[in-house]
């Protein structure tokens, strides 16, 4: 069995032979996949007002609250049809969570691809959801395609909730694309990429690769086809979600294996008494909550969907938080 360090190694080789000039960097964003059953929305407002789109119109999305993007707070976003989100008048800020050139509306005497949107939770954890439904593309026009994008309050973290599609020739229907990332330009002429975090390969468990620099030729970084019905992709802003949790202090424990499949275990050192143990996701929901009297050992069973999470073990005022890779 490969281990988790060949096979890191691995990617790493992979993406620099793939992407060739990519500078790779830090990477304040991290993607993380799992699947939920998919929902069309219901009481949204409509974006296209039964008009009907095409190419690369853009429309504009009020987004609801104040959501943070690569360090920069934005009130609305331009849907445009291509599905991609751009942030700013610039287009310097951008998110592409399943992006085709071709896309277009159904229709051709009224709109019968419906796009629209829906603000639902509360202040503080609001969500704004974004749905395209029924759409097709000009090289393949029997085809439809739906999907949401889903933008959180409190962690701004990005989703892309994949429905049905009846996509039987992928090369047919995808001529370029389909694209998926999270970007910052700071440059057009020439294009210079202050972030990037793309996928790229087999949808059902795609590569993702961080970049910087001028020059970088993204046009390859592509998936091979669609991602599938219930398939969810995360884009997580890291810097969000750390400032949610507690600061980390003594390394006093040792928990192992990570990544893991669903079990993880713990060696409490010299701290066995009075524990808790939380499994936070990245929108700070409690996952799982365990309080222990009197022990030095703890095994724990992850019975959630791939992703990642954060630990949090608590005893005597003294805390350990880390971050969880789940398979």
């Known amino acids: ?30 993607f993380s996949q799992y699947t939920q059953s998919y929902t069309n929305l219901s009481n949204t407002i409509s974006i296209n007002n039964g008009n009907i789109w095409s190419g690369f119109q853009t429309f504009t999305v009020p987004i609801g609250f104040s959501f943070d993007f690569m360090g920069n707070s934005f009130n609305s976003v331009e849907l ?52 395209i439904n029924n759409a097709t593309y000009q090289n393949d026009p029997a085809s439809t395609v739906n999907y949401q994008i889903w933008l959180y309050e409190e962690s701004s973290t ?25 970007y910052h330009i700071t440059t057009f002429s020439p294009v210079t990429y202050g972030y990037g975090l793309a996928l790229f390969g087999n949808p059902l468990l795609p590569t993702d690769t961080t970049f910087s620099g001028t020059g970088i030729n993204t046009s390859n970084i592509i998936l091979n086809n669609i991602p599938n019905n219930s398939m969810v992709y995360q884009f997580t802003d890291d810097t969000i ?26 060696d409490l050192g010299k701290i066995k008494t009075n524990l808790t143990a939380t499994l936070t996701n990245c929108l700070g929901q409690i996952i799982l909550f365990q309080q222990f009297e009197s022990t030095d050992f703890i095994s724990l069973d992850i019975d959630a969907p791939s992703g990642i999470y954060f630990l949090q073990i608590e005893s005597g005022g003294k805390i350990k938080s880390l971050k969880l890779l789940k398979e």
Do not use: C, W
Not at 3 to 29: A, D, E, N, R
């Open 241 to 266: 979600t750390s400032a949610i949790k507690t600061v980390e202090t003594d390394d006093y424990i040792n928990v192992y294996p990570n990544p893991t499949s669903r079990i993880i275990n713990i």
């Open 158 to 182: 990005i989703e892309l909730h994949m429905g049905p599609n009846t996509i039987n020739n992928p090369s047919l229907s995808f001529p370029s694309g389909p694209f998926s990332g999270v």
């Open 1 to 30: 069995m490969k281990t988790y360090q060949s096979t890191v190694k691995q990617i790493i080789i992979i993406s620099l032979l793939f992407l060739g000039t990519i500078q790779l960097q830090g990477q304040p964003y991290f």
């Open 80 to 131: 445009e049809a291509t599905g991609r989100l751009i942030f700013d008048v610039n287009h310097y800020y951008f998110a592409d969570m399943f992006v085709v050139s071709g896309m277009e509306d159904k229709g051709t005497s009224s709109s019968l691809s419906p796009l629209s949107y829906k603000l639902t939770g509360s202040v503080g954890t609001q969500i704004l959801k974004i749905e």
